[in-house]
């Protein structure tokens, strides 16, 4: 979908506003429709490939009501990514887990490349989750009588299947993560760094638009959980997708192109040192 800036001329008066058009529609000079409406020729309005929209989020307890998220609102487009902080139990990890299909917000809405998942079935949502997003969380979740090179194709394994390709990309995954020794390898014989490595090549196997990342780094040590960090931001470039990732580290959101900090249940853009790429 384009989003074209148009003009609407009343008489004298005239209206601008946002029209939305399929990709492959040709330009249009000029379309007529109880009224002149312009098409103001180069100017192309990029759409959000992520869009969360007032996201409430609130839990039943024995002594009440709690709110955890009260109006959250975010967009963001493919290579983009995004830190987000907040204290413990503010709502960081329910939010990721609302934007990542895992969990339902009480109000609001999410929308991911123009799809909304929640009327979705269980089926056609564990599909879309599985080809379209991509996790990685604090624990990373290895299995551990699988091989480093099988624990990254385990999400094909919910697709069309592990093939070839699949391996080959696999292989090429682990490789440009330094891991390209280690394929045969079972994660009690690699490092906690290590471990989590093979869990961003997993995350990123079915080539996924968004990836969500719920404290990646918070097991590891500096050193380690500063070169996680590097890579993350390198192959979300590299792979043109998404990147949410929930931090307690303010040193490692600096480094994010956009941060945004859980304040009340509402994010709030931050400035960061980091220079948007």
């Known amino acids: 979908m384009r989003r074209v800036l148009c003009q609407l001329r009343f008489g004298m008066m005239q209206v601008r506003f946002i029209l939305g058009l399929p990709r492959k529609t ?12 312009v098409l103001i020729s180069g100017i192309d309005i990029p759409m959000s490939d992520l869009v969360a929209r007032q996201v409430t989020k609130t839990f039943e307890t024995p002594a009440g009501e709690l709110s955890v998220l009260s109006g959250s609102d975010l967009e963001m487009r493919r290579g983009e990514a995004v830190a987000i902080t907040g204290p ?9 887990y609302i934007i990542g299909t895992l969990d339902y917000a009480t109000s609001g809405n999410v929308s991911i490349l123009e799809t909304d998942p929640a009327p979705m079935t269980p089926a056609a ?16 979740h290895l299995l551990p009588q699988c091989s480093v090179l099988e624990n990254v194709l385990l999400p094909t394994l919910a697709g069309a299947g592990t093939g070839k390709v699949e391996e080959q990309r696999a292989t090429q995954l682990l490789e440009r993560v330094g891991l390209g020794e280690r394929l045969t390898h079972r994660p009690a014989q690699l490092s906690g760094g290590e471990r989590q490595r093979v869990a961003v090549c997993r995350a990123l196997i079915n080539q996924p638009s968004l990836l ?12 380690t959980a500063t070169a996680v960090g590097s890579l993350l931001l390198e192959l979300r470039e590299e792979q043109n997708t998404m990147l949410i990732i929930v931090t307690h580290s303010t040193e490692l959101a600096e480094r994010f192109p956009r941060w945004c900090e859980l304040v009340d249940g509402k994010l709030v853009e931050r400035k960061t040192t980091a220079h948007a790429s």
């Open 125 to 140: 949502l564990a599909k879309f989750r599985n080809d379209e997003i991509g996790f990685i969380f604090q624990d990373h």
């Open 88 to 96: 413990s139990g503010s709502g960081k990890s329910t939010l990721l």
């Open 26 to 37: 040709h330009r249009l000079s000029r379309i007529v429709f109880l009224a002149d409406i």
């Open 212 to 223: 969500l990342a719920d404290e990646p780094t918070g097991n590891l040590d500096r050193q």
